[in-house]
């Protein structure tokens, strides 16, 4: 069974740093596209960042140069460096792995989300 476990969340003042860390445990097979998602109170869930299996990286444009993301297929890691914290960047953070199927007898892709960690920055 395949599980993604977040870990850095946490209380930041505004103008600091977290790391937000996630590994996959279990067997994944085609990994297309490792992300970061966010919610916050009374909000939908929105993009935060987004790596394909080639390196390729994609930003929400509200965090573009503050946020960093790290990905690492074999590995099965994704991280998430945040810079320069801000009061709206508090939020319900989600890793995300979508998979392709690479086979026929391969499995179908699918998506795989973790529990979510916490993150409050405080002004």
């Known amino acids: 069974q395949v599980q993604l476990m977040e870990s850095g969340g946490g209380l930041a003042q505004s103008g600091g740093s977290l790391r937000l860390s996630c590994v996959a445990s279990?067997?994944?097979?085609?990994?297309?596209?490792m992300g970061w998602y966010r919610q916050a109170p009374g909000k939908e869930r929105e993009l935060v960042a987004t790596i394909s299996r080639r390196g390729s990286t994609n930003y929400a444009d509200s965090l573009q140069g503050r946020f960093i993301i790290y990905g690492d297929n074999a590995k099965k890691t994704v991280d998430l460096q945040m810079n320069s914290l801000k009061p709206e960047d508090t939020a319900v953070y989600y890793c995300?792995?979508?998979?392709?199927?690479?086979?026929?007898?391969?499995?179908?892709?699918?998506?795989?989300w973790g529990q979510g960690t916490q993150v409050t920055v405080s002004s």
């Open positions: 995300h792995i979508q998979t392709t199927q690479v086979c026929i007898e391969c499995p179908p892709g699918r998506d795989y």
């Open positions: 279990g067997r994944i097979v085609g990994i297309n596209v």
